[in-house]
């Protein structure tokens, strides 16, 4: 049994807090896509903000694939075709909109290049007065990130529109995050689950700020098992790193499912393996061990 492919979430997972690719790791990756193996770069960040580290990656010479959007698209960075599985329509969006509406929560809609930013009073209020205290730019994203209020997602989303009214949310969306303070998410993911509204779509804490929603039946695993009956490889020759709850479907009935130390609490409790975080290395450590029981001996795919 040899190892064909390996998987890898970005946010938590490949990429440092300083948001960079660790150097063992890096060379690492290089080393096994020259013998052979398959790079898949999975995320909730859309492929535009993957490519370039994908691009750094040789993934375009190795035939590397990105699932981007948690799972509603897959892309071949050599070939640059994309494969989109699903977007939610202006329907689905109303009704995700009218459930939230309740909550005091920013709302985030992203399309492949564009993400509106919906938020209400008391959190543009708060927004507002952060911009003027860290005398930021009028132009500077209003959309909040992993570790705070204020994110820069220009890299991926150059197009960033400021919404003040839900009748404006555009028609369509890869997905939507809903995003607050980490105490209040609790309380908006004990509600939700107590809802029927709860079996309607995925949603899937990308970290303890963000809820992510996608189409029923959509995520990072379904995409990966179309990638793995395309390639004809077996749930015991890949191996998935991954942090979040939106890597869990990916870990489902892998031999080496693996989680970073960093790890929310629920995606370790699915994940076989257990590694160093993400700042110190955990990838490239897993990867040595595995390479030391003889897993990477003959080419996945050969080129």
Not at 12 to 37: A, D, M, R
Not at 97 to 106: G, I, K, M, W
Request: aromatic residues 10%; proline residues 3%; charged residues 25%.
């Amino acid at each position: 049994m040899t190892i064909k492919a390996i998987v890898c979430d970005m946010d938590g997972t490949l990429l440092t807090s300083e948001n960079n690719i660790s150097p063992k790791t890096f060379h690492k990756l290089i080393e096994l896509q020259k013998k052979g193996v398959k790079l898949i770069l999975a995320s909730g960040r859309s492929y535009i903000r993957l490519l370039p580290d994908a691009l750094k990656l040789n993934m375009d010479k190795y035939d590397g694939i990105l699932i981007d959007v948690n799972g509603t698209s897959i892309y071949h960075v050599k070939t640059r075709k994309r494969t989109r599985i699903s977007v939610l329509d202006a329907s689905n969006i109303k009704e995700i909109n009218d459930f939230f509406s309740l909550f005091n929560v920013e709302l985030q809609y992203s399309q492949d290049d564009t993400i509106y930013t919906y938020l209400p009073e008391s959190i543009y209020n708060i927004k507002r007065n952060i911009r003027a205290e860290m005398r930021l730019p009028e132009d500077y994203p209003w959309t909040g990130g992993m570790y705070s209020w204020l994110c820069d997602t220009r890299d991926g989303y150059p197009n960033q529109i400021l919404i003040r009214d839900l009748k404006d949310s555009p028609d369509f969306c890869n997905k939507i995050s809903i995003v607050q303070d980490p105490l209040y998410m609790r309380f908006v993911r004990q509600t939700l689950m107590n809802n029927p509204f709860y079996h309607k779509y995925e949603f899937v804490f990308s970290d303890e700020r963000k809820m992510e929603v996608t189409n029923k039946g959509i995520s990072k695993g379904k995409a990966l098992d179309i990638i793995m009956e395309k390639y004809g490889i077996r749930d015991d020759e890949i191996i998935v790193f991954g942090d979040s709850e939106n890597d869990i479907s990916m870990f489902n009935r892998k031999k080496y499912s693996i989680a970073m130390a960093n790890a929310l609490p629920n995606a370790k409790q699915f994940a076989n393996y257990l590694t160093d975080s993400h700042n110190q290395e955990g990838i490239f450590n897993m990867l040595a061990r595995l390479e030391k029981e003889g897993l990477f001996e003959e080419n996945g795919f050969g080129h």
